[in-house]
């Protein structure tokens, strides 16, 4: 995916690499041509700032972003969804301040700005943070200052001011709220996000970030959060919710999604949701694909689905699948009829015809058969290959070839059949036919006037 980066009021086209998730915020890596590194940081959905960067800091938010996050590859659908825009502007952190403490609250201004500790000066966000928390404290009001030392803890596990401060006595009565995440979603939902994202290896951790995302109108990180457990292990109720999440997405961010998720932790459910939705689609190639590079047998509902599909896939993919393809279609003879099975093999066979040989394609036809049944389209190839050096009998031949959709081959025959036989004026037709489908007008026009010259003596 392509985005435009301004700064300096300059632009710069860049390519997304990836995305990483991590408890508020949410980074887009990009680069541009030049191998320039640009990180598009977000808090909660909404774009913050970009900025451009040679090196990351050793823990700071954007190193442990990269470390403990989620990360998605740049051509994931949740991309797609989080960015609504194709240019994102570069502030200078001045700039950024003020801007942030227009629309965030001063512990969600300070929070923010600690996203980016790899560009400011050392010790600069811990200081902000600590002035926040004196200016509540000054003010009364402990609570909101205890949020702000554990968001400095947060920030920098190892502060001492933070963990001397929350020992005081003063925030005794408030502490009772952090021992259990059900009462802290309400009282704290800053550290209640935090803490559940770092103990998402805990099913009650899971199920209750999921639900604050989902209450909080948070449906993509809900998502995020539902496709990274389902990678680890299956889950209906899950998958469920995250079906009824992305009902309203296009086919193909459905799809890619489930490919997604399939790739990572091949289950059932995720095979049947995925299949469900290619075979209902036009995504012909893919469904191909799926069908020989996967565990996939289609069910005895799902094979006319698939043999549409591989009349509509481009000839070179199928072409392409010359050993592959006779493995998978063996796997699936035992449940296919014989005329279903003759279907299925026909399109590869027509595909075949322009790489291979007669011999070799006869030979890979061989192996399908079932009690020395013949199919109908083995015997045509049977009789091609017996015609193929058999100069009286060229002309039928490239009937055959015309029949299998194979006009190079077939103007060939009829060429040949021309030279033996000048007054041939089918073999002629068959040319000026053929040579005008495959757009060779010129050769069309010569033949033509060959026809015309022919018919005086015929």
């Known amino acids: 995916m392509q985005l435009t980066i301004m700064s300096n009021k300059k632009s710069k086209a860049v390519e997304t690499l990836n995305m990483y998730v991590y408890k508020q915020s949410k980074v887009i890596e990009t680069v541009d041509k030049n191998n320039n590194y640009y990180y598009l940081v977000f808090y909660h959905n909404d774009f913050i700032n970009g900025v451009k960067t040679t090196k990351i800091k050793l823990g700071s938010h954007i190193h442990r972003t990269f470390t403990n996050g989620i990360q998605l590859q740049g051509d994931h659908p949740f991309i797609n969804e989080l960015i609504e825009k194709e240019t994102f502007s570069c502030l200078r952190f001045n700039q950024l301040y003020k801007k942030l403490q227009q629309h965030y609250s001063p512990i969600e201004t300070a ?63 408030y502490k009772e709220a952090y021992q259990q995440l059900d009462t802290l979603e309400k009282y704290d939902p800053i550290n209640f996000e935090s803490f559940c994202f770092d103990q998402l290896d805990q099913p009650d951790a899971q199920s209750m970030l999921i639900n604050f995302y989902s209450k909080n109108n948070r449906k993509l990180d809900a998502n995020v959060i539902s496709i990274f457990l389902l990678k680890q292990q299956f889950d209906q109720t899950l998958l469920n919710e995250l079906k009824a999440s992305i009902s309203q997405w296009s086919i193909e961010s459905q799809i890619n999604l489930l490919f997604d998720l399939n790739q990572h932790h091949s289950h059932p459910s995720f095979i049947k949701e995925l299949t469900s939705k290619l075979l209902g689609s036009s995504y012909h190639k ?16 799902e094979v006319e689905q698939v043999i549409h599909h591989l009349n509509h896939t481009d000839s070179n993919q199928l072409a392409n699948y010359f050993h592959q393809s006779r493995k998978k279609l063996l796997q ?50 049977n009789d091609m290959e017996q015609l193929q050096d058999d100069p009286d009998h060229q002309y039928k031949l490239g009937e055959l070839y015309a029949s299998f959709d194979q006009p190079d081959k077939a103007i060939e025959c009829f060429k040949w059949e021309v030279e033996l036989d000048p007054l041939n004026t089918k073999a002629i037709k068959g040319i000026v036919k053929l040579s005008k489908k495959i757009g060779n007008n010129a050769e069309a026009a010569v033949y033509q006037d060959l026809l015309i010259q022919t018919q005086k003596y015929v």
């Open 111 to 173: 929070l923010i700005l600690s996203f980016f500790d790899t560009y400011t000066s050392p010790d600069s966000i811990q200081k902000l943070l600590k002035k926040t928390f004196y200016t509540y404290r000054r003010n009364g009001k402990m609570r909101k200052a205890l949020q702000v030392l554990y968001v400095l803890k947060q920030v920098d596990p190892t502060d001492t001011f933070a963990l001397d401060m929350i020992g005081k006595l003063e925030f005794q009565t």
């Open 286 to 301: 893919e469904v191909t694909s799926f069908l020989i590079e996967h565990d996939y047998l289609p069910t005895a509902e």
């Open 332 to 381: 699936l003879r035992q449940q296919l009829s014989k005329k279903q099975l003759e279907q299925i093999i026909t399109p590869f066979i027509k595909s075949f015809l322009p790489k291979y040989s007669l011999s070799e394609i006869h030979e890979w036809i061989k192996v399908f058969q079932q009690e020395n049944e013949q199919f109908l389209i083995e015997k045509t190839i």
